[in-house]
Structure formats: C-alpha cells, structure tokens
C-alpha cells in the first residue's frame, strides 16, 4: 500500500499538495465518522438503563448529530478534490508523459509499441486519475474507520475485542491470498491489454494487406489469438481471486456470529448489560463492512496499481544525458570517429570501429547490403542513442554534448514511409518551421513539386489528409514531405532514397523536388539502386557494420573485383532482365 501510495503522489503531479491535504481531510473525516459510530454505544448503554436519563440521552443524541454533521462538511472538502481535480490530474498526467515521450531517447521510443504507448497516455492515464481522486479517499476511510471501531469494541469490552481481533486475525491471509493472485492476475491481464491494443492498431493499419491475403474478418488469426489470450487472462484473473475473497467475506460474518454468541453468553451471566450488547453488534456490523468491501477492494487497487506502475515506467525513462561544453556547430561537416554501435538488447555491434567523413556541403550515399547498418549510421546522427565506443561529431562538436532538440534543428530527414497527421496539407508541410509564412510554405511546395497537384484540389491547401489520404499517391505523399524538409531548411539532410519504391513517372518529379533539397546542403543518402547516386561526391560501401570502401563512382568501379563494382554489374544485369515469354508470348516486363 506504501508503495501504491507513493505512485499516486507521483500521478498526481502538479497536484500533489492538493492530494495531501485531500487525504488529511478524509483522515479526518473518517475518523469522526468511526467516531459517530461509536456514539451509538453510550446512547443505547443509556436508554437500556432502568430509568433512562433523558437528559443523558439527548446529550449523545446531539453529539451524534453534531459527528455526523462535520463529517459531511469535510466530505464536501473531500469531494473537491475527488471530483474537481480528476480531469486536471489526468490532463497533467498527459501533459507529463507527452514531454517524457518528447524528450524520450529515439531508441527507447522505437522499442515501444504504438499500441502500448496508447494505453498508457489514454486508459492507463485516466485509471491513474481516478485511483489518485478516488479510491484513495475510499482507501483512507477503509482503514480508518474498522481501527478506530475497533479500539472502542475493545475500549468497552475486552472479551468481545479478542473475538474482532481474531476474526480479523483469522480473515486477514486470505484477504492476502485475494490481494496476491489478483496481483499476478492483473499484471497479466494488464500485459494482455497492451498486448492486444497493439495488435489493433497494427491490424487497422495493415487493414489493406489482411484484406488482400483473406483475413480481414473478425476471426482473422492475428488478433483472434491475441483477444482470446486477453479473454483467459481475464477469466483467471477472477478465478483466482474469487475463492479466497468468499472465504474472507465468510470469515467477517462468522465473526459477527461469534461476537453475537459470546455477547448473549455474557448477558446471561449478567456480565454485559443488553443495551451494550446491542451498540457493541451495531458498531461491530459498521465494523466488518469496510473489511469485507476491502476485499473487493482489493481488485480495483491491484488495476489500478499496473495502470500506475506502466505510468511510472514511462515518466522514469531519463533522456539521453546531455554532456556539459556543448557548443553551435560552427560548420556541418559529420564525422564518425571509430564509432561502435550496438542496438539495446544485442550483444553484436551494428557498427564496428566506423570512420565517415562527410564533408559539408557534399553528398554522400551509403550503399551496401540489406542489414549493413546504413540506417544506423543515419540514425546516429540524428542522435537516436549514444555509440558505447568513439564519437559522431556535427562541426567537430561531440553530439553527446547537445541536447536532442538541438541537434534536431540541424537535420532535415525524408524517409520513405512518409507520416501525415490528419491536418491540412498546409499544417503538414509547416510541420517542418511551424512559424513559417503562407508564402514560405508555397514556395517550399512549389520547389518540392507539390505546387501543381495541390492547386487542383478544391481546397487547396486547407484540404485535410485524412479526408484524401488514400487518394494522395505514394510520389504526392514523398513530395510533402520534401516540402517539409525543404521548409526546414535544416544545413543537413539525411534522405532514405526516397524515389525507390516509385513508378518511373513519380520518380522523375520526386527526384527534380530532391534536387532543388539537397542542393549546397550536407547530405547523407541511403541508396539502394547504385543508378540514382553515380553522381555523388562520395560513395560509401558499407558492410557488416564496416566502411569497406570509399571512394566516386569511377574510383569505385575501377576496382573491378571490389564489392562496388560486383553490385553495379549485378544491379546493371537485373535492369535488363525480363519476363520469360508466357505460352500467349504477349508479356514481356522488366524488373523495378
Ligand atoms: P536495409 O537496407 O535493409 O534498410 P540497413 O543497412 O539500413 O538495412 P540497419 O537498418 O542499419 O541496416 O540495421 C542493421 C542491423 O541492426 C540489422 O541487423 C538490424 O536487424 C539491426 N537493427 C536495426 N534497428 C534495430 C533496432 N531498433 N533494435 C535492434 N536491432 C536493430
């Protein structure tokens, strides 16, 4: 429970001394409700007497009304909080995990699914807010009031005290038992949510390719599996809670009979009057409520307490540390001084000892086989995780010192998945210099060849993606995001060829908008059709982590055995390779 207890003062954030003196005013409000409880015990010890004093009696008449009365004044204190702050924690909440995820380690964010993210900014953030406004009131007066109540069972008569204490004795492993299982059971229930809000998103993204291959359908096999896991997960998690929660609910009533029995026993004997029987069955009653409700109680903390933990697991995720004598890289040049690499969780390096220099102003293409590290290389500069051995400097300034938006605003990237928000097209290059001017954003659109199609569409540039999404072709959606790039007019450029997946067509306008780019900036470019970078100033050949050569597109070839040159013969023969004729002899077509 401490442990809960410190996640919620973590949840409620900026509210956090609100939550204090919230959980001081239901400390106190529950303790004079325990303690109106307990007036019951000395108002009916006096009306059993023989005469009653009425006098007597009216006094804890009022003493009740007057318990009663302040614990519904600080219940409305109380409700300010539980009701008034619950959007605010959960918008704080949100606020929070955004700047955490914004200032989130490139690496550690990759690693994270969509879906799970989703959940924690979405459902987790609002179970957290109810937990911290809600439940811990309800927390506060669970355990308040059964100790007060039962010091003053005690208080009045010990023998009937020692019954409550050892039902509660008794009561109390299984009330763990519940608290365990439903434990494990909600942590896996918890994972299985994640796992299946992931599996959504990806099967709504991959809608199109599921469709194509036949399993569209509610029963398709990827998500079938993952909501049964969710289903079982579930149904255990109950399962396993439900026995030990009757028992201790079965505990808490057989006590009441105990303490019933033993009571009539000492009335017998004339020990106990039967008035302070009676007030002792009522508080007593008041007093194995919450202890049953806590059971049940129990399952709401357990839920509560993973969506805490999965927040506090995102709000502890440090960024990258920022190394101190950081300067503005006076120039754009990009070194890699001995750089390994190696990716979270692996033991092999991506990168091993790599030296590059990129001039400024030039281009350079990394080309090499499928998994050499040519990504990771253009990743690095970009500061998406810190090499574990050598340095990767922007103008002879160590990244590590520079903050991630800082050296962010250096780099421009084009990526061949391109990511439209659901925004205007307008927004959406702006994304690039968001204080940019309508006629900036045109004349970026204009250089990136996105002028034209836009211009025919009704709306122009306040036409929304989302509205046309699938309608903007895959050369249009590139162009957009080179107009974005162009925008940002960032000294550095790191492109992903982005003309690779394109028709012939497409290409030849994508590729005039990636000129007008790249011109008199520092460019890095992963090509993988040797054709589109014959003319860059430096071609790279990476493999297996390594540079294996270096050199023009001439130098390389020279070297008629080296690896450049077996990939230009190799990519030279696919270009001319055709379809065998069919038997009707008609087809004939060329590869990509
Ligand atoms: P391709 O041409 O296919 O895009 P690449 O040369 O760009 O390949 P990288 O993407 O840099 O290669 O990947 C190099 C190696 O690092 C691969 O073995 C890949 O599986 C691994 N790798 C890439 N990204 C990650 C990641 N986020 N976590 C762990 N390993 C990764």
Known sequence: MRRILRLMFT??????????????????????????????????AELSRDPVRTGRAWLWVGVLAAL??????????????????????????????????????QQELARRAAGDLTSVVGANATAAATAVSALSTLFVQLVTVPVVLGAVVLA????????????????LPFVRRVQRSSNTGFHAVDEADAASANRIVEYVQGLPVFKATGQAGADSPRLATVLAHQHHAQSAANRSAAAPLAAAQLLVRLALVALVAVGSALVVDAKLSLGLLVAIVVTAARFAEPLSMAAVMTKLFEMSEAALTRIDEVLRVEPLPVAPGG???????????????????????????????????????????????????TRLISRFADPQHGTVRIGRVDLRTLGPDEVLRHIAVVFQDVYLFDDTIRANIALGRPDATDAQIEAAAR??????????LPLGYDTRVGEIGSALSGGERQRISIARAILKDAPIVLLDEPTAA????????????????VAGRTVVVIAHRLSTVVGADQIV?????????????????????GRYARMWTAQLAARHWHLPPTEAGARTGHAP
């Open 447 to 456: 250089a990136a060849n996105v002028h034209e199609f836009v211009a025919r």
């Open 541 to 561: 050949v990476v493999d297996g982590g390594r540079v294996t050569q270096r050199g023009t597109h001439a130098e390389l070839l020279a070297d008629a055995e």
């Open 11 to 44: 949840a409620a954030g900026p509210y956090a001394p609100q939550f204090h003196a919230t959980l001081r005013v239901s400390l106190a409000a529950s303790a004079v409700q325990a303690a109106a409880y307990a007036s019951f015990v000395p108002l009916l």
């Open 502 to 517: 394109l028709d012939t067509e497409s290409e030849v306008v994508v590729q005039q908008a990636v000129d007008r780019l």
């Open 68 to 105: 009663v009365v302040t614990e519904g004044a600080l219940r409305v204190r109380e409700s300010g909080f539980t009701y008034g702050y619950w959007h605010l924690v959960t918008q704080a909440t949100r606020l929070r995990l955004g700047e955490r995820l914004r200032a989130m380690p």
């Open 327 to 377: 300067t503005e890289p006076k120039d754009f040049e990009i070194r890699f001084e001995h750089v390994t690499f190696a990716y979270d969780g692996r033991d092999e390096p991506t990168l091993r000892a790599f030296d590059l220099t990129v001039p400024e102003r030039s281009l350079t293409a990394l080309v090499g086989p499928s998994g050499s590290g040519k990504t990771t290389v």
């Open 156 to 171: 009045v008569d010990w023998r009937l005290g020692l019954v409550l204490a050892a039902a509660v004795g008794a009561a």
